[in-house]
């Protein structure tokens, strides 16, 4: 069982950088793939950015070149580092956890966060 905790997210102007984290509970979380999944009002959960066990980072094409993921497994957490952030950016992001490795799909993933609303303003 792993449980996750987001903190972060907040109001912020266009343009502006915020710094999500996400803390886990357990003894096995170096054995799991992370990743960051959002979701605005009306529309489906999608993934933002994703990191393997060996770390290696994936990014939706929204998220490159502005966000970056990345993990400390001696501390069980994650974090996604946004910059330059845009008005549509503006969702509700979740931590989850993948204990079969990097997957995109959400339906895919074990164990989830409750999430940390992030609002960027124009």
């Known amino acids: 069982q792993v449980q996750l905790l987001e903190s972060g997210g907040g109001l912020v102007q266009a343009g502006g950088s915020l710094r999500l984290s996400c803390a886990a509970s357990?003894?096995?979380?170096?054995?799991?793939?992370m990743a960051w999944f959002r979701q605005a009002p009306g529309k489906q959960r999608e993934l933002v950015a994703g990191i393997s066990r060996g770390g290696t980072t994936y990014y939706a094409d929204s998220a490159k070149g502005r966000f970056t993921i990345s993990r400390d497994n001696a501390k069980n957490t994650i974090d996604l580092q946004m910059n330059s952030l845009k008005p549509e950016d503006t969702a509700n992001y979740y931590c989850?956890?993948?204990?079969?490795?990097?997957?995109?799909?959400?339906?895919?993933?074990?164990?989830w966060g409750q999430g940390t609303q992030v609002t960027v303003s124009s």
């Open positions: 357990g003894r096995t979380f170096s054995t799991y793939a």
């Open positions: 989850a956890a993948n204990r079969a490795g990097y997957r995109t799909n959400s339906r895919d993933y074990d164990y």
